[in-house]
């Protein structure tokens, strides 16, 4: 709060506190007056006047969802295709000197995806937004994070950079496959949001008893070791041979799984190949059954038919992706929004 004793006069002169001029031994002051007198105050805005939601086309029913959590409206945007493949961009809402948030997974078609983020976000920082945050829940090509071979890409690399030139500041993500891909965005604020929470109690809630976590492969192995310890129960990993891309054979178990729920804890779903062939080898060792949890369910080609057919109980998912058209009974989603609404909080909220 401002407060105002004095009165500054139009030239400098010998001036006393208005507020103390019936006090004896006052000193005066010699102030520097000036034709006009302005105050500056940096009062932050109230926390829905401040904050923005938009939402590509990938996920729509997260981003309301988000919303509702955080009592906001979504934001007006026009999203189109032109007869050419091109996307149309255009932010209706009123975005000047606000946190924007753009909710977008790269959902399939992942190229897409992935464009109409970048318009979005260049649209976005041209209509003068004060911080552009991009809430990438799933993020594409993060599984290309190093060369495995001679005339290979860094593809994830060559994603955050793009993500970057598009005039994203922050970037806000849900279990990325591998912690240095957090490195790629350079200097850029990167949020890796842990799924755990909302996972283990949905675990915790079917009261399975007699549980281990397993991870389907050692890259898993601290993932699975994290679940592990919120559901106070042991953990093993399978370790596996991956031949070709999207197709990987069990080959050894390490741990003590003979007549125990089985969890499958993964960071993603994709054909189910690598899943499947765990939960295989998890029955065909002893396991009494076999659940399998991960945090992105992207389903691909022949990814339902597997899982229907596989010796699994449930595929606990969240809902980082939306989940396609005929989706066995057997999937279940855990809605992610709780975290991401907080996230948002205490990024704008202080």
């Known amino acids: 709060m ?9 030239y ?10 019936n006090s004896y031994n006052q000193p005066k002051l010699n102030v520097l007056s000036a034709d006009t007198i302005s105050f500056t105050c940096n009062c932050q805005k109230a926390f829905p006047e401040r904050v923005s939601l938009l939402s590509g086309r990938a996920n729509p029913e997260l981003t309301q969802s988000i919303a509702e959590s955080l009592n906001l409206n979504v934001g007006d945007r026009t999203l189109k295709n032109f007869s050419d493949g091109e996307t149309y961009v255009k932010i ?3 975005v000047q000197g606000k946190d924007v948030y753009i909710i977008q997974p790269s959902a399939m078609p992942v190229n897409d995806s992935i464009m109409e983020l970048l318009l979005m976000a260049d649209a976005t920082k041209r209509a003068n937004a004060e911080q552009v945050i991009a809430i990438i829940p799933y993020m594409g090509y993060e599984r290309q994070d190093r060369k495995a071979g001679i005339g290979e890409p860094i593809a994830a690399k060559l994603h955050a950079d793009i993500i970057t030139t598009s005039g994203v500041d922050k970037v806000i993500s849900v279990d990325l496959h591998a912690a240095q891909i957090e490195g790629f965005f350079n200097n850029k604020n990167v949020i890796n949001i842990s799924a755990i929470p909302v996972l283990s109690k949905y675990i915790k809630s079917k009261n399975i008893g007699n549980m281990v976590v397993v991870s389907p492969d050692a890259g898993g192995a601290k993932r699975a070791e994290l ?4 559901l106070d129960c042991s953990y093993a990993m399978i370790h596996k041979k991956r031949e070709k891309h999207n197709e990987a054979k069990a080959v050894s178990l390490v741990g003590d799984i003979n007549g125990k729920n089985c969890i499958l804890f993964d960071d993603m779903i994709d054909t189910a190949g690598t899943i499947v062939e765990a939960a295989n080898m998890l029955k065909e060792k002893g396991a009494k059954s076999v659940y399998v949890c991960v945090t992105h369910g992207i389903f691909s080609g022949q990814a339902y038919d597997r899982l229907e057919k596989a010796p699994i109980e449930e595929v606990i998912v969240t809902n980082t992706l939306p989940l396609k058209e005929n989706a066995p009974k057997k999937i279940t989603q855990v809605d992610i929004s709780p975290l991401l609404a907080g996230e948002i909080k205490r990024i704008s909220d202080n």
């Open 2 to 10: 401002l407060k105002l004793n004095n009165v500054i006069s139009l």
């Open 227 to 230: 679940l592990a310890e919120e």
């Open 92 to 94: 209706s809402d009123d």
């Open 12 to 21: 400098p002169t010998m001036i006393t506190s208005r507020s103390n001029q």
